[in-house]
Structure formats: structure tokens, C-alpha cells
């Protein structure tokens, strides 16, 4: 019988060594580029038959592979075994320069290049390099291409009609995915997955600086900016001073008493897209916040914060005069008058 540790067949390119030949006949795709696998749908070619299966599973939409936690679907078992770490917090990919973890391989790539200062992702356009691919998806945005589908209720243009249709939505109020869990809808399939993270605590966006982990790109994308003291955005008011164009944007509305946010449902409006979401739950009872002592449910996310509190006795507030500590800022504010009474 044959050896178990026995490895005959040895690459000529870089020397890994396989035990098999079906396993070395792969490996060698990786040098020779070659793809025998074809897609007879869309003509994409893959290196391997398991890649093919699960490219084929965009074209069917089936999704074999469910998670036992939250029981979201995923059509290959990869993004499940990633999907699953966002429940036990597993992180097994670790950085050999400074010790950070992640629970996703790529994630921890791209992490390095913030060491080695790698920009490997290039625009065709211009020649300028990034160290992300997101990065440069994002830069792409600048060669702005020809928009000719223009939006015949109010003016906007597009460069595709795809584009439009997804901006229609604005005027006809049209929600056309709707969550599994609650009763919301959302016009973007975007918002709708941004949604369900309420529902599975997933949060798939991690800091490739310090691995805390986000639920939303764009929360993501701003934690950033705190790494960097640089806020090159300036109040001209109150000299207010922001490290991200948008935090600037909201500050200035406390100046101007602007709303562009109004609710649909009544007159309110709100200076920020965020107060408008946490109202929109008063009309539709949506509560995606539990605790998972009592299993109390909350509309917004900072009363479950306080709520837990009175599990954990914990009281963050804490009086500069005398010491005394609460466990919100509403009941230390009410305090501190009692010492300007006192005056």
C-alpha cells in the first residue's frame, strides 16, 4: 500500500509536491492558465468543475448551503463557512507584522498592503494605483461616462437604463424587495441586504488598521477617517472642524435649520437619513434591536444600549462635582442641575 505521506508527483514550476494526480493535473492550471471548464450559459471558463458548479448556481439562483443560526442562504459552502464567523466571532487569518485578526483571508491581503504600501489595483484611464479594489471602484467614478437616459419627471440623467429604472423608483415609491424576516420593503436590493444585518448581527466590513467590523461599508469608510487626525473640513461658522465631507454637510444643517428629509407616511422632517430611518419605525413597528437577556425589542439602537444597562449595572455618566455616575446622559444632565441650583 502506498505511502500516506508519499508525494510522487512534484511540480517542475515551483516544486509543490501531490500525492495525486488529478491534484497535481490542477495545480498545473495554475501555471498554464488553462481553463477547461466552460459555462454553456454565459461562456465563462473556470479552472476546476467545482468553480463551474458554483458559477452556475448566478445563473439558477439556488442556494444549497443554509446557516443553522439565522438560516440566510448562500450558493456555495465558502461564503457560508465566512458567513458562519460572523456568529462565533471566529478570526483565524492573523497578521505576522502587527498581530491583527481576521476572519477573512482577502481581508487580511489587503490588510498587509497598509504595511508593505502595495498599490497592485491600477485605472486604466489615468495610471493611478490603489491599494484596494474598492479603492479604485470608487475612483473609477471620476471618468464620469456618457449619461443619456434622462428621467422624464424631473430632469436627472443617467448613463444606462438600468440606472433609471432603480431611480423611478423615487417617484412611483415602488419597494419590490421585501424582507423575509419583517414586514419592511426597500426599492434598493442594496437596502434590503443592509437590512437583514439588523436581523443576523452580520457585519461583513472590517478595518484593515485596527479589525473592528461593520455592518455598513459606509460606517466602515468613516471609521476610517478617525485613524487619520487630519479634518481638513472646516465649519465657516462656528470653526467646527470634520475629517469626512458628509459629517460637515450634517453640521451645517444645525446652522441653517435645513430638512431635506421628509417622511411619507406624515410631515416630519429630518436634518439627517438616519433620524428619518429610526422615525419611519414609529409607523411601522419595526423593533430589529434585542436584548438578548430579556429578549426586549427596541426601534432604535442606543435605547438598546441603555436597556442593557439595567442587566449590567454599568453607569458610563459620571458627575465632574461629586462622582455620583448614571446610566445615561439624560440622568446625569438632570443631576448636574442640582448642583447649579445649589449656586
Do not use: W
Not at 85 to 90: A, F, V, W
Amino acid at each position: 500500500m502506498q505511502n500516506q505521506t508519499e508525494k510522487p508527483y512534484s511540480c517542475e514550476v515551483c516544486s509543490a509536491a501531490f500525492s495525486r494526480k488529478d491534484g497535481y493535473k490542477r495545480h498545473m492550471r495554475i501555471h498554464s492558465g488553462e481553463k477547461p471548464y466552460s459555462c454553456e450559459l454565459c461562456g465563462s471558463a473556470f479552472k476546476n468543475n467545482s468553480n463551474l458548479k458554483n458559477h452556475i448556481r448566478t445563473h439558477t439562483g439556488e442556494k444549497p448551503y443554509s446557516c443553522d443560526v439565522c438560516e440566510l442562504k448562500f450558493s456555495n459552502s465558502s461564503n457560508l463557512i465566512r458567513h458562519k464567523r460572523s456568529h462565533t466571532g471566529e478570526k483565524p487569518y492573523s497578521c505576522i507584522i502587527c498581530g491583527s485578526e481576521f476572519s477573512q483571508n482577502s481581508v487580511l491581503k489587503r490588510h498587509l498592503r497598509t504595511h508593505t504600501r502595495e498599490k497592485r489595483y491600477i485605472c486604466e484611464t489615468c495610471g493611478g494605483a490603489f491599494i484596494a479594489s474598492s479603492n479604485l471602484k470608487i475612483h473609477m467614478r471620476t471618468h464620469i461616462a456618457k449619461k443619456d437616459h434622462p428621467c422624464l419627471e424631473c430632469g436627472s440623467v443617467f448613463s444606462d437604463s438600468f440606472g433609471l429604472k432603480r431611480h423611478m423608483r423615487v417617484h412611483t415609491g415602488e419597494r419590490p424587495f421585501q424582507c423575509d424576516v419583517c414586514p419592511m420593503a426597500f426599492s434598493e436590493n442594496s437596502d434590503l441586504k443592509r437590512h437583514v444585518r439588523t436581523h443576523t448581527g452580520d457585519k461583513p466590513y472590517s478595518c484593515e488598521i485596527c479589525s473592528s467590523t461593520f455592518s455598513r461599508k459606509s460606517t466602515l469608510q468613516k471609521h476610517v477617517q478617525t485613524h487619520s487626525e487630519e479634518k481638513q473640513y472646516s465649519c465657516e461658522i462656528c470653526d467646527a472642524r470634520f475629517s469626512v465631507s458628509s459629517n460637515l454637510r450634517r453640521h451645517m444643517r444645525t446652522h441653517t435649520g435645513e430638512k431635506p428629509f421628509p417622511c411619507n407616511a406624515c410631515d416630519a422632517a429630518f436634518a439627517s437619513s438616519d433620524h428619518l430611518k429610526r422615525h419611519l419605525r414609529t409607523h411601522s413597528g419595526e423593533k430589529p434591536y434585542s436584548c438578548l437577556v430579556c429578549e426586549s425589542s427596541f426601534s432604535d439602537a442606543s435605547h438598546l444600549t441603555k436597556h442593557v444597562r439595567t442587566h449590567t449595572g454599568e453607569k458610563p455618566y459620571s458627575c465632574q462635582v461629586c462622582g455620583a455616575a448614571f446610566s445615561d446622559c439624560n440622568g446625569l444632565k438632570k443631576h448636574i442641575q442640582t448642583h447649579t441650583e445649589l449656586e
